[in-house]
């Protein structure tokens, strides 16, 4: 019987997925009115930097209310990278679990081609680093805003007491413009709930065998 309530107790409790945190991952910090934009933000929890010297016109925060042919989702602000040079920022390596899967999300209005990258050490410096996502997206001919999501699984060895993680956003030189992206997200992707529930009762049924 204490068998049957511990399976009963599993199926009522699944792992939840959990968020990575992002600093200003919606761009609303500074608050703006519409139409109003802030060039090369200081303290928006991003940094910018160059993909070739002396080629990029760096990124700024927009407030674009839908008179911009509606482009946004959320009709707020949103981060417009021009060409050649990559956003990005510094994850907690602390809120990584080596091994575990994660989701990617943004929305993105591309110009032609558009590169994101989730990588352990520094993208910009770092010849060594290990690229945990790399993805090229094309732009699509309808100019509106749609919403990316791309799975990876973090490196085994991953050592949250040593390692840094970063995520970059590159609007390349081969782009015909800027790129405007928003409501960046990275989500802990639980153990399929079937098959974490089946292994856990399983287990707990076992260790009841041996005890009785």
Do not use: K
């Amino acid at each position: 019987m204490t068998r049957i309530l511990w399976c009963i107790a599993l199926f009522a409790w699944v792992p939840a997925a959990s968020a990575v945190t992002i600093v200003n991952p919606s761009f609303e910090d500074p608050v703006l009115a519409p139409g109003d934009s802030v060039n090369d933000p200081v303290g928006a929890g991003w940094q910018w930097a160059e993909d070739f010297p002396n080629d990029g016109g760096g990124w700024s925060i927009e407030h674009l209310d839908g008179s911009n042919g509606g482009l946004l989702l959320d009709g707020n602000n949103a981060a417009i990278l021009q060409r050649n040079g990559y956003l990005y920022q510094e994850l907690s390596p602390g809120e990584f679990v080596p091994g575990a899967h994660y989701e990617l999300s943004f929305d993105l209005l591309p110009a032609e081609e558009f590169n994101v990258f989730v990588s352990v050490g520094d993208l910009l410096s770092d010849v060594n680093r290990e690229l945990q996502l790399s993805e090229a997206i094309l732009q699509f001919t309808t100019p509106t805003f749609t919403t990316y999501m791309f799975d990876f699984v973090l490196q085994s060895d991953f050592d949250p007491d040593s390692d840094t993680i970063w995520i970059y956003f590159l609007n390349p030189n081969i782009s015909s413009g800027p790129a405007i992206i928003d409501n960046v997200s990275i989500t802990l992707v639980p153990v399929p709930a079937a098959g974490w529930l089946l292994a856990s009762a399983l287990a707990i049924l076992g260790i009841g065998r041996r005890l009785s």
